[in-house]
């Protein structure tokens, strides 16, 4: 069964600095984007940064020039670099892999930036 599992989420003062790791298992076919989404309280999910099997990247207005993802097509593995966190970062954070057409999540795991 696929499976993506996420790591690395936790409490962080603003202006510090958090890594996601995300690895997926399981998948049969390619998985053309990996990436994360964020859903804050009482917010819809939305895109954090995609990165493409080819290695074109997609980032949100909001966290360009603070976060990068990575990611490790031998390994299906997605990292996410977040510096400079803000308070308004503060979520929880899905790993996302899409493939043959699919969406698939993981469970998320929660950043939490005080101020």
């Known amino acids: 069964q696929v499976q993506l599992v996420e790591s690395g989420g936790g409490l962080v003062q603003a202006g510090g600095s958090l890594r996601l790791s995300c690895a997926a298992s399981?998948?049969?076919?390619?998985?053309?984007?990996m990436g994360w989404y964020r859903q804050a309280p009482g917010k819809q999910r939305e895109l954090v940064a995609v990165?493409?099997?080819?290695?074109?990247?997609n980032y949100a207005d909001s966290v360009k020039g603070r976060f990068t993802i990575s990611r490790d097509n031998a390994k299906n593995t997605v990292s996410l670099q977040m510096n400079s966190l803000k308070p308004e970062d503060t979520a929880v954070y899905y790993c996302?892999?899409?493939?043959?057409?699919?969406?698939?999540w993981g469970k998320g795991t929660l950043v939490t930036v005080s101020s």
């Open positions: 996302n892999a899409y493939s043959r057409g699919l969406d698939y």
């Open positions: 990165r493409t099997f080819g290695g074109s990247t």
């Open positions: 399981n998948f049969i076919f390619r998985i053309n984007d």
